[in-house]
């Protein structure tokens, strides 16, 4: 195994700490005003204090992702390590979540796991890579992104602007697991309309929550089949979920309105274009077959890539010598997808379970936290 330890003991924890302080909940969820601005703030300050020359691209209004180059004098390769800023909610827990918490090994606190763990290392590492920067072969940039919790669009513009990267490391908590392979998504919102009326005369009425159990019905016998034939060695099978409902005003009241949103986890062979076809085609027919059901679709609110990064390439095999462990597939997805369309070979790698993300009480095996550093160092010294 190519490892060899060189950051320094506790830097990643003090760090993290730091991290956690900082309130970035995405403006999707309750509370999340102020978004990412300052994580960026703090993020471009640490740049700054190494030296480094910041740069910083508004993704979204007032939502800025912010990133510095390692460069190395005649390198003619450049390894990317990126982790989102955001997170999800304080709620239900609140402004605690904030208090960062060390016991036991652990850190407690929102985003401790989920990925601010996987920046603080990445931070960590820069900091020492910067000191040996002679041993390097490649440059390394690392890069804090906006807006991973709702729908990934911070990587997408950064990958849109075309920086020539080679290969990229994207944290999140993998459990220093190298991940080559996650799933992709398409949601939808899908709504029925009825005509409202008296619930003690329900014949005057049509009930839009009647039509939606027809159109929930459809969906699954129809594209379940289909699904259950589709594979992957890493991921299994893709999945079709009915994850929200909504519908009707009162208990007397014959509903007018439905209205669900529907979650397909694909695999990475399967094109969206396809999936979206599929569904519509369901409902299309539902429509011929019982013209009762008056249903509409919206056009997806998300659409993102899986991730099939080759187990053979040689930075896939650099990344398992170094982590010491075979590459694996996870079912959630992640933005290396939006690296991965741009051809850059990308793994998934990072601190931390899963399990303990988006928790009430969300928190990180600091001993991960802190190999991690190292890890992502060595990765970057082997890199060339």
């Known amino acids: 195994m190519l490892r060899e330890r060189i950051t320094t003991a506790g830097r990643a924890t003090a760090i993290l700490k730091e991290l956690v302080a900082i309130e970035s909940v995405n403006p999707f969820y309750p509370g999340g005003g102020r978004g990412e601005v300052a994580m960026t ?12 020359q910041p740069r910083k691209q508004e993704a979204l209004p007032g939502r800025e992702n912010v990133w510095a180059t390692l460069e190395v ?16 909610t304080l709620e239900p827990v609140g402004r605690s979540m904030l208090d960062p918490s060390e016991r036991d090994g652990r850190l ?11 920046l603080a290392a990445m931070l960590t590492a820069l900091e020492t890579l910067r000191k040996r920067r002679n041993e390097l072969k490649a440059n390394v940039v690392v890069l804090g992104s906006v807006d991973e919790e709702y729908l990934m669009r911070g990587i997408a513009a950064f990958a849109d602007q075309g920086l020539a990267i080679d290969a990229a490391v994207v944290g999140e908590p993998t459990g220093l697991n190298v991940v080559r392979a996650h799933k992709g998504l398409v949601r939808w919102e899908i709504t029925t309309k009825g005509r409202a009326a008296h619930t003690s005369r329900p014949e005057n009425g049509d009930n839009a929550i009647m ?7 459809a969906l699954t016998t129809e594209l379940e089949p289909g699904m259950a034939k589709l594979s992957h060695p890493l991921l299994g099978r893709p999945t079709f979920t009915v994850a929200t409902i909504h519908g009707g005003m009162g208990v007397n009241i014959v509903p007018e309105h439905c209205a669900i949103t529907v979650d397909r986890r694909t695999l990475p062979a399967e094109r969206p274009a396809d999936v979206i076809a599929g569904v519509e085609g369901v409902l299309r027919q539902l429509r011929e077959t019982n013209p009762g059901v008056k249903v509409e679709i919206g056009a997806p609110f998300a659409n993102i890539g899986g991730l099939n990064t080759a187990a053979e390439l040689p930075f ?4 398992c010598r170094i982590a010491g462990k075979m590459p ?3 079912p959630y997805g992640t933005n290396a997808a939006a690296l991965a369309a741009k051809g850059i070979p990308t793994i998934v790698f990072g601190p931390g379970d899963i399990a ?3 928790t009430a009480d969300e928190w990180v095996d600091l001993a991960q936290v802190e ?7 060595n990765l970057a010294l082997a890199f060339e």
Not at 41 to 52: P, Y
């Open 108 to 118: 407690w606190g929102r985003g401790s796991c989920d990925t601010k763990a996987s």
């Open 356 to 358: 303990q993300a988006h």
């Open 41 to 52: 703030a703090w993020v471009d300050t640490f740049f700054h204090r190494l030296g480094l």
């Open 328 to 330: 694996i597939g996870v």
């Open 371 to 377: 190999d991690c550093a190292d890890l992502y160092a």
């Open 316 to 319: 896939v095999q650099l990344a």
């Open 73 to 88: 004098p005649g390198a003619t390769k450049t390894l990317l390590l990126e982790s989102h800023m955001d997170t999800v």
């Open 211 to 217: 039509q939606m159990a027809d159109v929930i019905r």
